[in-house]
């Protein structure tokens, strides 16, 4: 029952922080300081714990840290997609930028958020809390390996979740059947799944199980010719944005689009 109680733990903090965000950003770009603000509160607190908790071993103080970690992770993602922690570049490339030069580009406009990132990676574990350092660390490498995906080119795209604000990030989203990191992310993820679950499953293994299956579950999805976009339709504020058209485009642009859920 604990490793039930486990994975579904998972599940349902996933679920419900990407839901969320996905609401919040939804939401018109005015109450975009409130959510962040209160988001700000509870970024606070989830620090205390993460250091209050860093020689706890119980299933509580493991799941807690793990909750903690998750957090202080969606707080790093309504930073950037509400526009506050970016980069530097704030437009979209020339037509035609290709290469080195448009990966440049993807990296400036995302710089600070990724320092802020490292930031929140090295203070967890500078604290010592094991748990909320490979909670964290793991969220961080899934998402960073489905954005440099994204940028290479997937098959499923859906533009219309990139807030009007962050328009320059569509410009380094790509739609294509397959991208050559993409099955090379794919087996990193089946060996790391493979071997957590071939562990003696603790509460937190399994909590480190089931996030990886999440995170490689997301990735498939990418590549799937279905509309998986709609999967998070119900989460969006039907008042905060005037349009919001999340049927497939017939002639996608040649290098824009697509977002994967706002945590991974």
């Given at each position: 029952m604990m490793l039930l109680?486990?994975?579904a733990f998972v599940i349902v903090m996933w679920s419900a922080s990407t839901a969320v965000i996905f609401y919040l950003d939804s939401l018109a770009s005015t109450t975009f300081k409130y959510s962040l603000a209160a988001a700000t509160l509870v970024?606070?607190?989830?620090?205390?714990?993460?250091?209050?908790?860093?020689?706890?071993?119980?299933?509580?103080?493991?799941?807690?840290?793990?909750?903690?970690?998750?957090?202080?992770?969606?707080?790093?993602?309504?930073?950037?997609y509400m526009g506050f922690?970016?980069?530097?570049?704030?437009?979209?490339?020339?037509?035609g930028c290709s290469g080195i030069h448009h990966f440049g580009h993807a990296i400036s406009a995302n710089l600070w958020h990724e320092i802020v990132v490292i930031a929140f990676a090295l203070a967890i574990y500078l604290s010592g809390n094991v748990t909320a350092f490979w909670c964290f660390v793991m969220l961080w490498l899934m998402h960073l390996?489905?954005?440099?995906?994204?940028?290479?080119?997937v098959r499923n795209v859906s533009a219309d979740f990139v807030p009007d604000h962050m328009d320059v990030l569509k410009g380094f989203l790509r739609q294509r059947n397959m991208n050559p990191l993409f099955p090379v992310s794919c087996i990193v993820l089946t060996v790391l799944l493979v071997y957590l679950a071939s562990l003696p499953q603790t509460f937190e293994i399994t909590m480190a199980t089931t996030l990886t299956a999440i995170g490689l579950l997301e990735h498939i999805l990418l590549m799937l010719p279905l509309p998986t976009e709609k999967l998070w339709t119900w989460a969006l504020s039907t008042k905060g944005r005037t349009t919001r058209d999340t049927t497939p485009k017939s002639k996608p642009e040649n290098h824009q689009h697509t977002v994967l859920g706002a945590l991974l």
């Open positions: 109680a486990a994975i970024l606070a607190s989830c620090g205390l714990v993460i250091w209050q908790l860093m020689d706890a071993d119980s299933t509580f103080a493991v799941a807690t840290s793990f909750a903690a970690a998750m957090l202080a992770w969606g707080w790093t993602e309504m930073s950037l922690v970016t980069g530097p570049r704030k437009t979209r490339c020339a037509e390996s489905a954005r440099l995906n994204v940028f290479l080119g």
